[in-house]
């Protein structure tokens, strides 16, 4: 479950930001996941839950913004979004470019885990 080891990142991450901005409370958290992260959102959603008890996160909403898979072909450079919800393996075993046919593909997005956003309350209360 290599969710709760991102969730704690995202926590200490979040809270170096709140520190640096002098914040006393956080609000709200927006996240961008790819598709090949392989992250569960529920399960990271939990994890951040769990990890912000007692912190000025404990409470903040969370959401998530999943980022399609994006490739180049290598060959002739044709830009390829794939937003079908397929297995991930299903996916990488069948790239292929759909003007020049060739396997030669590189992903350009898909992969990252990025705090989008952080919206909190800064100053005394």
Do not use: W
């Amino acid at each position: 479950m290599h969710e709760f080891s991102t969730a704690v990142g995202i926590v200490n991450a979040v809270k170096r930001a709140a520190s640096t901005h002098n914040a006393t409370r956080v609000t709200a958290i927006r996240l961008q996941i790819g598709h090949l992260s392989m992250l569960n959102h529920d399960q990271l959603i939990f994890g951040i839950e769990i990890a912000s008890k007692g912190t000025i996160l404990e409470g903040a909403e969370i959401s998530i913004d999943t980022l399609a898979i994006k490739a180049v072909c290598k060959k002739c450079g044709t830009a390829i979004v794939i937003e079908e919800h397929k297995s991930i393996y299903d996916i990488l075993a069948t790239l292929v470019c759909p003007k020049c046919d060739s396997k030669d593909v590189e992903i350009i997005q898909g992969r990252e885990c990025v705090i989008k956003d952080i919206k909190a309350v800064v100053g005394s209360d």
